[in-house]
Structure formats: C-alpha cells, structure tokens
C-alpha cells in the first residue's frame, strides 16, 4: 500500500542557472550552468515525498527516448515507486526549457510530447484505494485526461476517505470550466498559483479566486503567490501565510514543494495551518537552488528549518 498516488503530467527539464539577460537576436549570453532534471507536477510532487521518507508512487507517460529514461532513472533513484510509470510508443518525452534570469520570473518554452496521450485511463480506482492520499498534477495542459476520467477515480477517493488534491497548468485563456468543474466538486484541497487563477476565474483578488473554487465544491482553496505566500480559504475561515525569506535562485518546482509539504502533513494528521506551515518550508527549500528537486529538504532538514523559522499564519 501507498502512502501517496501522485499521476499527471511528466517532463524532462533543461535549466539553465540565473543569466545576465535574455538575448537578443543571435547574441550568445553564457550561463555558469545547465541542468537535466526531472519535472512536471507528478514527478515533483512524487520525488520530494521521497525524499521526506514517504513511500509514494507515480502514474504517467514518458517517450521510448534518452529524457523518458534519465526521468525514470531519477524518478527511482530518488526512491519513487515507477512500476505504473508507463512508455508511449509515439511519442517524446515531454520537455520544458526554463530560462532563469537574474531579478526575473522564470520563462518556459514546452513541448506536451508524451503527455497528451495520458487519458489517466492508466489508474484504477482499485489503486486509488491502496493509497492514502490522492494527488492529480498539471491537469489542464492538455485537452486530456478528460474530466469523465478524472471523476471515477476522485469519487472513489471520497466514497474511501482518501482526500483528494488537484493541481493545474492552464496554458492560456480558454474557457476550462466544464472539464474543471466535475472534478473541483470531488477535490479535497485545490492549490493553483495566483495567475492560473486570474485565467480561470477571471478574478484578479486571491481571494474571490478561492471563493470561487469553494463555490465550485472545493473544500480548502490555497492560491499560491510566490513571495507573498498564499491565501487559504476552508471550513474553518480565510487565512493568510507569508513566505519565507530565504537566497532565491530560481522558483522551477516551488509549488510542487508546496504540494508536497501539504501532503506530509496531511499523512500526519496536522490541520490545514500546519499542513500550510510544511507546504511553505518545502517551497522556501525549493527555490534556494536550480532545478524543481534538486533543494528541497528531506524530513530532517524540514523538521530543523521549521524549528528555527516558525512561520505566523493570520485569520482574515
């Protein structure tokens, strides 16, 4: 059994360390560094998990290619169970450029490849109910899985007392609604950041972004906000956290550390602040190196940073 089912998008990552400036038309800008690193919600979500000691699981597609194999030989070095790590025979693995500049948000050129053949049809609600949380990852990159198989496996989940966390990666403006809704219905705690938000809502104020979410059926709204934290909104009221300070190299992953603290606390038992205060460690972990895995703590180094930076969360 599993503590934790992540399935969703996976890619391969090309990063390069924080450059000057972006170039211009045929200028070479040096960068001290690049990087080949695991990426994508699932993959992420699923590395740091074990490197907290939490024994977790992934579903996804990678290509028959050199980046689907350096993927699973991360993936599994790392000490994520890849058994249900399955290979397209048509397509390449999915890869993302990620361009750091120096004072600058990160910016990425993608290319979908495997994962618009996940249909998630590759997950059983039997394997849902060997878990004990759920997580679905960069739901709505593509035009599948489609939310009529998406929904089984949520319900599932709830009929077994599992919760169920959604993530997403909204591409551009559309109209998402009617493959989000379904599934916002069945989902436990819902963590977007602030501009998928404004995509999917419409709202620029976080906090009509996770009312709206409520509305929707979710039963904890977090809208993340890079460094000016997050807002969450429950059963229990409106709450909001800062984020940490800490050496910021590049922000590739934080969210998915965000997930991934979140997860741990609620495999602990912890209430929603104190899933937020582990979600906002891991993220703080997350962005002091290059690479979405590479910085986040393991549990120890977790249990060390919260100790000595206990983070103050306010009732609004």
Not at 84 to 102: A, D, G, K, R, Y
Not at 109 to 128: L, R
Not at 251 to 271: M, P, Q
């Amino acid at each position: 059994m599993l503590d934790v089912l992540c399935f969703g998008i996976i890619v391969s990552d090309h990063l390069c360390s924080p450059i000057s400036r972006v170039p211009r038309a045929g200028e070479l800008v040096l960068s001290p560094r690049f990087e080949l690193a695991i990426g994508g919600n699932a993959a992420n979500v699923s590395t740091d998990l074990a490197k907290l000691g939490v024994k977790v699981g992934v579903v996804g597609l990678v290509g028959q290619d050199v980046f689907g194999r350096h993927v699973r030989e991360s993936l599994e070095a790392a000490g994520v169970d890849c058994r249900l790590l399955c290979e397209s025979p048509t397509s390449q693995t999915s890869q993302t450029l990620i361009v750091n500049v120096q004072g600058e948000d990160r910016r990425f050129i993608h290319a979908v490849g495997a994962n618009a053949d996940f249909d998630a049809s590759q997950v059983t609600p039997d394997m849902v109910r060997d878990c004990r949380v759920l997580f679905l990852g960069g739901y709505l990159l593509a035009e599948k899985p489609p939310a009529e198989n998406i929904v089984p496996l949520f319900r599932a989940a709830r009929q077994a007392g599992i919760p169920t966390l959604l993530d997403v990666v909204v591409p551009g403006p559309g109209d998402y609604w009617a493959r989000l809704r379904p599934v916002l219905a069945l989902t436990d705690v819902f963590m977007p950041n602030e501009d998928e938000s404004v995509l999917l809502t419409g709202e620029t104020d976080p906090w009509r972004q996770a009312e709206a979410f409520r509305s929707a059926g979710v039963r904890t709204a977090i809208i993340t906000r890079g460094g000016q934290g997050c807002v969450i909104v429950c059963d229990d009221g409106r709450f909001e956290a800062p984020a940490h300070r800490v050496p910021f190299v590049d922000g590739t992953g934080s969210g998915d550390a965000f997930v991934s603290g979140y997860i741990l606390g609620l495999l602990r038992g912890n209430d929603t602040l104190d899933c937020v205060r582990l979600g906002s460690a891991m993220g703080a972990s997350c962005v002091r190196s290059t690479g979405a895995t590479t910085g986040v703590f393991n549990a120890e180094e977790l249990a060390e940073f919260l100790a000595a930076y206990p983070l103050t969360i306010a009732r609004r």
